[in-house]
C-alpha cells in the first residue's frame, strides 16, 4: 500500500470512477487512519489493508422483475454490497429508493464497516437495497417486489453469512415480506433478517433504537464536558423513525426540540416539541404543513432548512450530504456547541471542516448513530438462543453499548483539550477489522 495519502486516494478515484459518495466516505476515513498507522502500525502498509478495506470482498448486482396492479411488468435493479466479514457476518441495512446506485450502497458499506466494529459486537458490514420506490405503491405491489427481490437474494444471505434489516423505504412492512419469501424458500426459520416484529423473532425497541442510541451518544459528550441536556435547545432535520425518536429521548432528558423537516421544508416550532405534540406529527405522515393548524405558534417553511435557529445542537437525521458548508457555518455562529449525525454522512466534507476548525463537537455517524445496528445485532443475539429481552434490558445493553462507543472516541480522539471524535472513531472502529484481518491472512 501507498504510505502516501495523495497517493492512495489517486488509485481509489482510479479504481473507482463515477462514484462520489464512496470516495468522499473513503476520504473521510482514511485521512485520519494514514497518521496512525505510520505512526503505530506501519506493518498495515505491507499487508495492504487499506486497500484491502476499500475493496467489497462481493458485490452483488441483479434483476428485479415484478408484476404492478394493472398487470404491467416492472423492472428493477437490486443489490448486495458484502463489504467486510473480518470479525463476523455481513450485517447492514437494505435500502428501497430511485436515488440507490452502487456509489451509494459501497460508501454506506465501508461506513458499516467501522459503525458495526465500534459497537464492539462480532458483525462485519455490508449493505443493499434497489432502486424499487415504494412510494405511491400498495401493499400488494410492495409485497411481489419484495418476494421477487427475495427470491435472487436468498442464496446470498444467512444468519451466519449476510443478515439485512431495514434502512430508507424498508420498514416494518417491507421486512416482513422479505422474511416471508425467505422462510418459503428455505424451509426454515432463522434470524436472516433484523427489524422482524416483536411477534416473530424481532427485538423490543428496535425501532427507537437508532434515535435513542443518537441522544445517549450525545449526553456522553456533555457529560464528558461536566454538563448535561437539561435546557439545551435542539435542531433536527428528518420526519421519520430517527428523527421522531431522537426528539422524544432528547425532551425526556430535558433538552428542547425546535424543528424537524423533510423534502418539502422545515416545520418549527419555537415552543418546542413534547410527547402530545409528536403524536400529532407522527399522524401526518409527509403533511408537516397541517401542523400550523393544531399549534399556531408554530411555522412551516416550504424548501428550507432547519440550521437557520439559534440551538446548542444540531442533530441531521434525513440523508446525506443534507448539511453544507454554508449551513456549517451558520450553526456555528449560531452559537451551536454540538453536532451529532442520526444519518450516514449527512455532513460535507466542507461542513465537517467548519466544525472541527471551530472545535465544536462534532460526533459522526458511524459513532452516534450506531445505536440501529447495535439493536440489530442484539436481535442476531436473541434469535441465537431462541430468547427476547424485555424493553428495559435492550435500552440498557444499547445505553451501554453507546457509552462504550464514546469511551472508544476519547481514547483515539482525545486532543489536548478537545476531543476529535471522527478521529476517534475512525480509528476506534478501524483497529479492531485490521487486527483480524492481519490475524487470518491474505484473504
Known amino acids: 500500500m501507498s504510505k502516501n495519502f495523495n497517493e492512495f486516494i489517486a488509485n481509489v478515484e482510479k479504481r473507482n470512477p463515477n462514484e462520489p459518495e464512496f470516495l468522499q466516505a473513503v476520504k473521510e476515513v482514511t485521512e485520519d487512519l494514514f497518521p496512525y498507522i505510520t505512526e503505530n502500525h506501519p506493518e498495515f502498509f505491507d499487508q495492504k489493508i487499506l486497500e484491502r478495506l476499500t475493496e467489497p470482498e462481493r458485490i452483488i448486482s441483479f434483476r428485479v422483475t415484478w408484476l404492478d396492479d394493472n398487470h404491467e411488468v416492472q423492472v428493477n435493479r437490486g443489490y448486495r ?6 470479525i463476523g457476518p455481513y450485517k447492514g441495512g437494505l435500502r428501497f429508493a430511485p436515488s440507490v446506485n452502487q456509489s451509494i450502497l459501497k460508501f454506506l458499506a465501508f461506513e458499516q464497516v467501522f459503525k458495526n466494529s465500534l459497537t464492539g459486537l462480532p458483525i462485519g458490514g455490508g449493505k443493499g437495497g434497489s432502486d424499487f420506490d415504494p412510494k405511491g405503491k400498495s401493499d400488494n405491489e410492495i409485497m411481489r417486489f419484495c418476494q421477487s427481490f427475495m427470491t435472487e437474494l ?23 415480506f422479505l422474511f416471508g419469501q425467505f422462510k418459503r424458500l428455505q424451509n426454515n426459520f432463522t434470524g436472516v433478517l433484523t427489524g422482524k416484529g416483536e411477534l416473530w423473532g424481532g427485538s423490543y425497541i428496535r425501532p427507537e433504537a437508532t434515535g435513542y442510541g443518537l441522544l445517549y451518544f450525545v449526553d456522553c459528550i456533555f457529560k464528558h464536558k461536566g454538563q448535561s441536556l437539561q435546557g439545551k435547545v435542539a435542531t433536527v432535520s428528518g420526519a421519520g423513525n430517527v428523527a421522531f425518536y431522537a426528539v422524544e429521548k432528547a425532551t425526556q432528558l430535558g433538552a428542547k426540540v425546535i424543528t424537524v423537516s ?19 406529527g407522527a399522524t401526518l405522515g409527509r403533511n408537516l404543513d397541517q401542523y400550523p393548524s393544531r399549534y399556531p405558534n408554530a411555522q412551516f417553511l416550504p424548501g428550507q432548512k432547519p440550521w437557520q435557529f439559534k440551538c446548542d445542537i444540531a442533530l441531521p437525521c434525513a440523508t446525506q450530504n443534507e448539511l453544507d458548508e454554508s449551513d456549517a457555518k451558520t450553526l456555528v455562529s449560531n452559537g451551536c456547541v454540538c453536532v451529532a449525525e442520526g444519518a450516514n454522512m449527512p455532513s460535507t ?3 465537517i471542516k467548519v466544525f472541527l476548525d471551530a472545535k465544536i463537537s462534532f460526533a459522526p455517524g ?13 436481535e442476531m443475539s436473541q434469535n441465537s438462543i431462541r430468547t427476547q429481552w424485555c424493553t428495559e434490558e435492550v435500552d440498557n445493553r444499547l445505553k451501554t453499548i453507546m457509552e462504550s462507543i464514546h469511551e472508544t472516541c476519547l481514547k483515539y480522539g482525545k486532543e489536548s483539550d478537545f476531543v476529535n471524535y471522527l478521529k476517534g472513531a475512525n480509528i476506534g472502529g478501524f483497529i479492531k477489522v485490521a487486527n483480524a484481518m492481519k490475524a487470518q491472512g491474505i484473504v
Open 81 to 86: 454490497v458484502q463489504m467486510n466479514s473480518s
Open 154 to 176: 436468498y442464496r446470498h444471505i444467512g444468519a451466519d453469512t449476510d443478515v439485512p434489516a431495514g434502512d430508507i423505504g424498508v420498514g416494518g412492512r417491507e421486512i416482513g
Open 262 to 280: 423533510n423534502s418539502s421544508g422545515t416545520l418549527y416550532d419555537p415552543d418546542g416539541f413534547d410527547a402530545e405534540k409528536m403524536a400529532f
Open 349 to 351: 466534507a466542507e461542513a
Open 366 to 378: 458511524k459513532a452516534a448513530n450506531a445505536g440501529g445496528v447495535a439493536v440489530s445485532g442484539l
